[in-house]
């Protein structure tokens, strides 16, 4: 496809980066703390790491990985924890001793846990000790064999460290009991890397840097490869596109999604980063009363979120005496931004709010509407510096502008493949390097793109990826149903959830029967909010449920209550 929108390019933004200029994430991120040396880098519940510290502490935990971690270069290391300052620092620690960060989401069941250990093959973990429980469950199943532990308050000084675990620990009860042979404290770890040498790791930008999971056509998570190529490459193309919009050494982001999470991770860590800006972490953005006091402290410049997060502030007591005479730039991805949540933001904050468009496989950035906006359009804007889309039919074949397909990608950012899943590899990769997202958009004159559908089964739960098949074969476990589909049905508040559709083979069976059921293997917004029953379901002539035929029928039904 003709690259019409680079027409549209702000003045100043690069049709190209290089993302061979810096050969990888690890010297990207030490350039950056050696530059920034003195200025803060992150700050959580009142206390702020420097670029100094940083390098310092990954220093010593990266010694401690490599002389007493068993690990060889590119042997994974997952990591297990929220927004807190062991991180960052854990993140960096396992990229400069030459490993490959596996990032876990805390919330995981074990049978979530299990599956993602072992599929990546994980040697070690860095966990918060808050989520020990489960991992003791399983860790003897995978092969593991580092457990470095830490405790909520283990990078704040020595008063302050106390208090907050005595609290969490004892006082709200945070930390179930768990018993794991052989784990490791954080800070025995850090005191023990102190005195240990950290061999340079020869990490090239071709090596994998994360293993990034997402959601499994086959029911289960699989693990999207991002060289460190990959990663440096978006930071360079989103660095590109802001351009004079930042302000190095000065801007402060707020980080309120999960730095597990591709969209966090590279547009506030890693971007924020580069240029010496300070990440203010939020532990637990649900607790949006705490969220807006905490607001109410920082001269933020930078925002980002996705819908849900930002219509809950909005809804929060407070938030309209938050001061915003030094907000920028707010940009919402991860799912669609809603208009009307949009026009209010802009209306209550005097900024406009932007939206952004990737995937896990593109590291994640692949569009983004110009930050010279002035109002919210709908649009995911235009492709990013040596970043091309390519609208195309089931055939691969490209179709004319303004009609709608399926939007292909190709650029530095796309993914190697997934990890161990070469079918899986080949069926969204196209000759010349296109990755095929599944997304349906269709692109106009200017070059701008509109999300239309999804073509895949998928169902996004407030920015995270959700897959049918993992969700049915939980539900299909339980000995009184006979089949089951999974679909996505809209929702104001988290702008999809998951609903099954049931044939029993019980006939007492309950909807709350199949959502306690699935509570105890899925983590919180894979649970299914609405369970309907049904005598048969649709299906084509081989006997395949029409899933599609389904969330069809959900969204008509949505959109006539809706009327």
Known sequence: MEKIWLESYPEGVPETIDPDSI???KA???ETCAEYKDLPAFSNMGHTLTYAEVDQQSRYLASYLQNRGGLEKGDRVAVMMPNTLQYPVALFAILRAGYVAVNVNPLYTARELEHQLRDSGAKAIVILENFCATLQQVVEKTDVTTVITTSL?????????????LVVRYVKKMVPDWRIAGHVPWRKAIAEGKWQTLAPADVESSDLAFLQYTGGTTGMAKGAMLTHRNM????????AWMGGNLSPGRDVIITALPLYHIFSLTVNMLLTMRGGGLNVLITNPRDMPAFVKELKKHRFTMITGVNTLFNGLMNTDGFTDVDFRHLRISVGGGMAVQRAVAERWQKLTGCVLLQGYGLTETSPSASMVPLDSTAFDGTIGTPLPSTEFSIRDDDGNELPLGEAGEICIRGPQVMAGYWNRPEET???????????SGDIGRMDERGYTTIEDRKKDMILVSGFNVYPNEIEDVVQGHPGVLECAAVSKPDETSGEVVKVFVVKKDPSLTAEDIIEHCRRDLTGYKVPRD??????????NVGKILRRQLRDEERRRSQGEAA
């Open 23 to 25: 050969p990888s994430l």
């Open 28 to 30: 990207l991120l030490e």
């Open 153 to 165: 308050g283990d990078m704040f000084p020595a008063p302050k460290r106390v208090l907050v675990n």
């Open 232 to 239: 440096v490459a978006n930071v360079l193309q989103s660095q």
């Open 426 to 436: 080949e069926a969204v990769m196209i000759d010349g390097g296109w990755f095929r």
């Open 531 to 540: 369970v309907e029953f049904r005598d048969e379901l649709p299906k084509t």
